[in-house]
C-alpha cells in the first residue's frame, strides 16, 4: 500500500475549502481559473496528455489538454498541470512550459503530482463520505467522474481495499 501524503492531503483540500469547491465531482477547470489559468483542448500528439506553459511578457499559465483523450483523462491531466503550477511554479516560469507526456520516467517530482492530482480529484474525506463496503468502483469512478484505474489506485493508498 502507498504511503499517504498528509501535506498533498490536507494542500488539496484546503484548496477545495478555500474556493468553495468542497464537492463531488471536482471541477478542476473551475480550481484553475482561480489560479488565473485558462485550459484549453487542442490537437496534440497521441503521446502527449497535455501540458502547462508559462508566457512570460503577459506572465500567465496556460494548460493545453489533448482533446483526444477521454474526458477522464482531460481531468486529470488538468488536476497534474495544477499540481505543476502549485508545487513548482518557479521551475515552470524558468522553463517556461511542463509537456505531459503518456510514457514518461517517474521521477519524485511525477510522483508528488500524480498523488497531488488524485488527492485534488478524489479527496480523502469527500470519498470516505459516500464509500461503504457495497460501493463498486465503477460506481464511485463515475461519480467522482475518474477513471476506474485512478479510482482503485486512489482506494488502495488511502486503505480502503
Do not use: C, W
Request: charged share 30%; proline share 1%; net charge negative.
Amino acid at each position: 500500500m502507498s504511503k499517504i501524503n498528509e501535506k498533498l492531503e490536507n494542500l488539496t483540500s484546503r484548496i477545495l475549502i478555500n474556493n468553495d469547491m468542497y464537492n463531488i465531482p471536482v471541477d478542476p477547470v473551475k480550481i484553475a481559473r482561480t489560479y488565473d489559468i485558462s485550459v484549453y483542448e487542442g490537437e496534440l500528439d497521441n503521446k502527449i496528455s497535455g501540458a502547462i506553459r508559462y508566457y512570460k511578457e503577459k506572465d500567465e499559465f496556460k494548460i493545453l489538454v489533448n482533446k483526444n483523450d477521454a474526458k477522464v483523462k482531460q481531468r486529470f491531466t488538468i488536476a497534474e498541470e495544477l499540481g505543476y503550477y502549485i508545487l513548482y511554479e518557479e521551475k515552470i516560469k524558468e522553463e517556461e512550459i511542463h509537456i505531459n507526456l503518456i510514457d514518461k520516467e517517474i521521477n519524485e517530482e511525477e510522483k508528488e503530482v500524480e498523488y497531488f492530482a488524485g488527492a485534488l480529484l478524489i479527496n480523502k474525506t469527500l470519498l470516505e463520505s459516500v464509500y461503504n463496503s457495497n460501493s463498486t468502483i465503477l460506481e464511485l469512478a463515475e461519480l467522482f467522474h475518474v477513471s476506474v484505474s485512478s479510482m482503485t489506485l486512489r482506494l488502495n493508498t488511502l486503505g480502503l481495499l
